[in-house]
């Protein structure tokens, strides 16, 4: 049976944490490796051709970012989340965000790349493609957060991100089709912040879109739903 190790390339040796860790990071990511899997660092040196350390170097980065968890005597896992997790990382999530967002209106950068995110949302709407939807959801919020500049707030968010990847797979049916409105308006509100060098417009508009959010995925059957 498929345990989604199975196809890992041979390392190459300057590179082997890294290598190890990009792997690893992406088959969580995209589900291949799914909540609660053991992640065995043997298996994976073995099939890579490596030793355990790097392996083991990796897997602690990932333990560290909260996408893996290890305990004492047993193997690695891949975290398993919570509906109450997901509320206390979206707290931080509006953090971090909102921190990007004063940055912005005081630098009057915008975020690159988002028309081309809200047509994969509106795409994602016309095919009813959660997991497109939420994919595009979350490269608007990288995007929101990377055109602050501030290199330890993106690194931190990165963390973040992966984390709530894991736990948001999917927008739910009933959110769809207004994801393009909600994240439109989230850039009218930065534009008018910027004008007015006052942030409280576009953080009103976040805190709403991200805090209240939460109660769409505890509404939805599967742990999906975005912000």
Not at 72 to 94: K, T
Not at 204 to 217: C, F, G, I, P
């Amino acid at each position: 049976m498929d345990n989604g190790l199975g196809d890992l390339p041979p390392a190459r040796a300057s590179t082997l944490v890294q290598q190890v860790l990009t792997e690893l990071r992406q088959r969580i990511v995209d589900g291949r490796l799914a909540p609660g899997t053991v992640v065995p660092d043997s298996v994976i040196a073995k099939q890579m051709g490596i030793s355990r350390a790097p392996v083991r170097d990796a897997c602690n980065l990932l333990v560290q970012s909260g996408m893996l968890t290890k305990k004492q005597n047993y193997p690695y896992r891949v975290r398993d989340f919570s509906v109450a997790d997901l509320g206390e990382l979206q707290l931080i999530r509006w953090g971090y965000e909102s921190a990007a967002a004063r940055q912005l209106v005081r630098s009057g950068e915008l975020p690159a790349g988002t028309e081309e995110i809200l047509l994969r949302m509106a795409e994602a709407a016309r095919l009813g493609d959660g997991r497109l939807s939420a994919a595009a959801d979350m490269d608007f919020h990288r995007a929101l957060v990377r055109a602050s500049g501030l290199p330890q707030l993106i690194l931190r968010y990165e963390s973040l991100a992966d984390q709530l990847g894991i736990l948001i797979r999917e927008i739910p049916d009933f959110v769809l089709s207004t994801q393009v409105h909600r994240h439109q308006e989230i850039l009218d509100l930065l534009r008018v912040s910027q004008q007015a060098a006052d942030a409280r417009p576009v953080l009103a508009v976040l805190e709403t879109h991200l805090l209240t959010r939460r109660e769409d995925v505890e509404r939805s059957a599967v742990l999906g739903g975005s912000a």
